[in-house]
């Protein structure tokens, strides 16, 4: 079966970086996308290697800084979460917060957690396709739970959650 990406089954990937486990930063980043209502459909501890990185930031592979960038992920386990709500790639990237952290808006993650461009706590897939592609690159389709949620009774209106 295909992974569902369509309305409150659309799915994002997020990373809390080595800078946010080192922080102790995993359970107040779980907690912002809990209490917005979101879906952990997947989660767990890994190390990246060199050969993951390369494919999961090909788009600055070639940026000077890449090697530093490269380093850091390597530096101790990341935790990979598999989010799932309506727009969710959308909603997480506005929690998330810009790139450089120490210009992010107040509220957001990167905004209330951190202040460099490089280490600033989370990854969030930035587009239903980067969504498509990242997901599988992190889980296979058997960690990926699909569950009932009563909240989101509470959540959505009935005719969001078609
Ligand atoms: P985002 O993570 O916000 O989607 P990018 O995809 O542009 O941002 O970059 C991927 C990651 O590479 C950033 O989150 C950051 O950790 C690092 N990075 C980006 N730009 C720089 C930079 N100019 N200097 C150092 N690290 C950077």
Redesign the pocket.
């Known amino acids: 079966m295909a992974m569902d990406f369509k309305g409150v089954s659309e799915k994002t990937l997020v990373l809390i970086k080595p800078d946010g486990v080192q922080r102790g930063l995993i359970g107040e980043v779980l907690m912002r996308f809990e209490r917005k209502g979101l879906k952990v459909v997947a989660m767990k501890m890994i190390s990246l290697d060199e050969a993951v990185l390369r494919e999961h930031?090909a788009?600055?592979a070639d940026k000077p800084?890449f090697p530093?960038?490269s380093s850091f992920m390597q530096s101790s386990p990341v935790v990979a979460i598999c989010l799932e709500g309506l727009e969710v790639v959308q909603a997480v990237r506005i929690l998330c917060g810009?790139?450089k952290a120490r210009a992010a808006d107040a509220g957001s993650i990167r905004g209330d957690f951190a202040m460099s461009?490089?280490c600033?706590v989370i990854?969030a897939s930035?587009s239903v396709e980067t969504a498509m592609k990242e997901v599988p690159r992190f889980f296979k389709q058997d960690e990926i739970y699909e569950y009932g949620k009563s909240e989101y009774e509470h959540v959505y209106m009935e005719d969001e959650k078609n």
Do not use: K, S
């Open positions: 930031y788009h600055i800084f530093g960038v810009i790139t461009v490089a600033n990854h930035d």
